[in-house]
T-cell receptor
């Protein structure tokens, strides 16, 4: 298994541009989580899905952020328009049965820089 | 409120020493607890997962214990090596569909 795959690994964009981050889950996992990590705030949960359905998006900072899970194995996190304060490392993680059975597996992250 | 605490925030020890990292949590009704390692600029690597029915898990030089009644977990690293230098994160699954992370302990092994 290739694990949780995120793309791109690095993204540099100008303020105001749209940014789309992508995540492919581990086969058989049915829960997907998007996290953001910064030095100041550590790891923050943005949104999570169970069986393709968004369950809790209370961590999404603003309406500029949106996430979708069009099928059981893929998710996107979109920021439109992007701002410098969105610069962070964005991780996605997947697990089976909402984490009750196994643990979480994280992708390698996307380092986003908004200039 | 369900919280996870890791103390100390940073730790430096000479190479070869055994060491213990601590994690405490506020609610004993947990499903499982997971220890992660994060190298600078990298993602999170899962080290050990302990289910609520287990007392400990071992992988190589690592041993993680769980005491639900006291709300504590420890990660024991034997014969530390410079390659063990990283930030270690404890994360608890309280069953509310979210993984709650501690703030981590930054470990430095001095050659």
């Amino acid at each position: 298994d290739a694990g949780v795959i995120q793309s791109p690994r690095h993204e540099v964009t100008e303020m105001g541009q749209e940014v789309t981050l992508r995540c492919k889950l581990i086969s058989g996992h049915n829960s997907l989580f998007w996290y953001r990590q910064t030095m100041m705030r550590g790891l923050e949960l943005l949104i999570y899905f169970n069986n393709n359905v968004p369950i809790d998006d209370s961590g999404m900072p603003e309406d500029r952020f949106s996430a979708k899970m069009p099928n059981a194995s893929f998710s996107t996190l979109k920021i439109q328009p992007s701002e410098p304060r969105d610069s962070a490392v964005y991780f996605c993680a997947s697990t089976e049965r909402q984490g009750r059975n196994g643990g979480y597996t994280f992708g390698s992250g996307t380092r986003l820089t908004v200039v | 409120k369900q919280e996870v605490t890791q103390i100390p925030a940073a730790l430096s020890v000479p190479e070869g020493e055994n060491l213990v990292l601590n994690c405490s949590f506020t609610d004993s009704a947990i499903y499982n607890l997971q220890w992660f390692r994060q190298d600078p600029g990298k993602g999170l690597t899962s080290l050990l997962l302990i289910q609520s029915s287990q007392r400990e898990q071992t992988s190589g030089r690592l041993n993680a214990s769980l005491d639900k009644s006291s709300g504590r977990s420890t990660l024991y690293i034997a014969a530390s090596q410079p390659g063990d230098s990283a930030t270690y994160l404890c994360a608890v699954f309280f069953g509310n569909e979210k993984l709650t992370f501690g703030t981590g302990t930054r470990l430095t092994i001095i050659p």
